[in-house]
């Protein structure tokens, strides 16, 4: 059995019913009320009044703002995230097949019309998320993207965030964050079409907006907070493993970090080296990283590496770097997981950043059933068929018995009105 040498004392917790009724009555009073209301909530909570669609004016004005180096920065991810999603566009295609004699069926492969990216801009401008989810949306052949990234005082969104969103092919860019900017893209605020899917990550009222919007629009999924696990046996470098666990618990007071081993002083090293590092931040990302450690980190000390395999399974993390030996092995055994990070020459900040995966990926164990975003979210693979009057005979024959079994004898004569059509009663 794992033993725990360090163990949550706290779990990660979404939806609460106080923000669940929040949102809710948020999401009523804007789709009642339209561009006006969502304003006067943007209004409110981030002050920013006014029009929050960006003109190419306000879009140029953000790209003047960064160095040569930021622009080629975020080209060269984009370049990579465009790549892979073009990689995975390939591997869904358009099919045909003749089942029997005169009856043909296929599949068909439809983007969705449009799409609504949310891109966090408060504590941390989440550059990196415009680069996946719009560039993602495009290659699907999304025909019209909306993002929504909360406002800065005086004004406009980051300007690296305008000028992604603007690079990878965003359509409109709305300064408006929270539940009033996922409003904004599923009621089609604006001047901008309904979104048909909701993609990106946010905190937890725009999850929580998400959640309670699905089934009216499609959602990439219900996101918690971030989560990241570590596999590592006594081959790993204690530091570099420290390093990357102190790296995701930045993200934000509630986001595990566990480190799965079978190496009780590596484990005890990496722990020694935890307090030090996070002291080493910057403030809020101390204060983050600090709580996320503290309340929510875990080491777990197993006995070989098929048990650490399947712990980490059963915690099916969001990522999964795995520093040890023989990553073949680990490659074919581990199963649950958003993204694998294979060896310590790779590393989350990576795929975050701008390796070319997607860092839009499951998180509270959605792992288990789920993978991350993809150009796969934004197509809908439909089905088609067709029949000669021959070929639709043993198919008309075998659905009117098959409708009568079950009692349903309007699908029955729906059937029988063709075979007496064509002369085969």
């Not at 009320?33 to 909530?41: K, Q, S, V, Y």
């Amino acid at each position: 059995m794992p033993a725990f040498l360090k163990k949550a004392t706290r779990t990660a917790e979404t939806g609460a019913a106080d923000v669940t009724r929040t949102v809710a009555d948020m999401l009523a009073q804007i789709e009642a009320g339209g561009d006006a209301t969502a304003m006067e909530w943007a209004g409110k909570l981030d002050d920013a009044p006014g029009n929050p669609v960006l003109s190419r004016a306000d879009i140029d004005a953000a790209t003047a703002q960064l160095s040569d180096q930021v622009r080629q920065d975020i080209a060269f991810a984009h370049a990579n995230v465009r790549r892979f999603a073009k990689a995975q566009r390939k591997t869904l295609t358009e099919t045909q097949i003749e089942l029997l004699p005169g009856l043909s069926t296929g599949q068909k492969v439809i983007p969705v019309t449009a799409a609504g990216a949310y891109v966090p801009g408060g504590r941390y401008a989440h550059v990196a998320s415009a680069i996946m989810t719009v560039t993602t949306a495009k290659v699907a052949g999304v025909s019209h993207v909306t993002v929504a990234s909360p406002p800065r005082k005086g004004g406009g969104i980051d300007p690296a965030i305008a000028y992604a969103a603007d690079l990878c092919g965003a359509d409109t860019i709305l300064a408006m964050g929270g539940v009033q900017g996922i409003a904004a893209l599923a009621f089609g605020l604006f001047g901008a079409p309904k979104a048909s899917i909701l993609v990106g990550p946010g905190n937890q009222f725009v999850a929580e907006a998400k959640r309670l919007l699905f089934g009216r629009v499609g959602i990439d999924m219900v996101a918690g907070p971030t989560d990241s696990l570590i596999i590592a046996d006594a081959t790993a470098d204690p530091d570099i493993v420290a390093v990357d666990l102190v790296s995701q618990a930045e993200h934000g007071w509630n986001s595990p970090v566990w480190l799965v081993t079978d190496s009780e002083t590596l484990a005890h090293d990496v722990m020694n080296r935890m307090g030090a590092l996070i002291a080493d931040l910057p403030s809020p990302n101390r204060e983050s990283a600090e709580a996320a450690w503290r309340d929510f980190g875990e080491v777990i000390l197993c006995a070989d590496r098929e048990e650490m395999a399947k712990v980490s399974d059963n915690y099916a993390p969001e990522h999964l770097s795995v520093q040890a030996a023989d990553p073949e092995w680990w490659m074919d055994r581990l199963t649950c997981y958003g993204s694998l990070f294979l060896g310590e020459e790779v590393t989350v900040t990576y795929g975050d950043k701008a390796s070319g995966t997607n860092h839009v990926l499951p998180t509270s164990g959605a792992a288990r059933y789920t993978g991350g975003l993809s150009v796969h979210k934004f197509l809908k693979i439909v089905t088609w068929q067709r029949a000669t009057r021959d070929g639709a005979r043993p198919v008309a024959e075998a659905s009117a018995r098959i409708s009568r079994v079950e009692g349903m004898e309007g699908h029955a004569r729906a059937a029988d009105v063709r075979l007496k059509k064509y002369g085969q009663m």
